[in-house]
C-alpha cells in the first residue's frame, strides 16, 4: 500500500508564502514523476507544477516565477515553495507520483488527500 499525505497549507496573506511538502510512504521501489495539482471551488483540477526523478520541472504558466517544486529523492518528498500568493491561488493543493510499488509493477499513479491554502486578508 502506498500513501501520499499533504502537509503546509494554511491561511496567508496576499504577498505572503506557503511551503508544501507530500512524502510518500508504504510499498516503493521507485518514483517517477511527483507534481502538484490544484482545484478552486467549482473550478478543474489543474496541473501546478511537476519534477521528473532527474529534476526536470513543469510549471503551468500563472505559477512560474513565484511557485518552486523540489524533490528530496532519499525522503520520497516533493515541496512546494509558493511565493507572492495571490488570492486566484486559493484552492485545495493535491500532491501526485507516479509509483512503482515492485521491480515487477508496473507505474502507477497515486494522490494525497490535498491540503487547502487560502489566500486573504
Known amino acids: 500500500q502506498v500513501q501520499l499525505v499533504e502537509s503546509g497549507g494554511g491561511l496567508v496573506q496576499p504577498g505572503g508564502s506557503l511551503r508544501l511538502s507530500c512524502a510518500a510512504s508504504?510499498?516503493?521501489?521507485?518514483?517517477?514523476?511527483m507534481g502538484w495539482y490544484r482545484q478552486a471551488p467549482g473550478k478543474q483540477r489543474e496541473l501546478v507544477a511537476a519534477?521528473?526523478?532527474?529534476?526536470?520541472?513543469n510549471y503551468a504558466d500563472s505559477m512560474k516565477g513565484r511557485f518552486t517544486i523540489s524533490r528530496d529523492s532519499a525522503k520520497n518528498t516533493v515541496y512546494l515553495q509558493m511565493n507572492s500568493l495571490k488570492p486566484e491561488d486559493t484552492a485545495v493543493y493535491y500532491c501526485?507520483?507516479?509509483?512503482?510499488?515492485?521491480?515487477?509493477?508496473?507505474?502507477?499513479?497515486?494522490w494525497g488527500k490535498g491540503t487547502l491554502v487560502t489566500v486573504s486578508s
Open positions: 508504504g510499498s516503493i521501489f521507485s518514483i517517477n514523476e
Open positions: 519534477i521528473t526523478s532527474g529534476g526536470s520541472t
Open positions: 501526485n507520483a507516479n509509483i512503482i510499488r515492485t521491480i515487477l509493477s508496473v507505474a502507477m499513479d497515486y
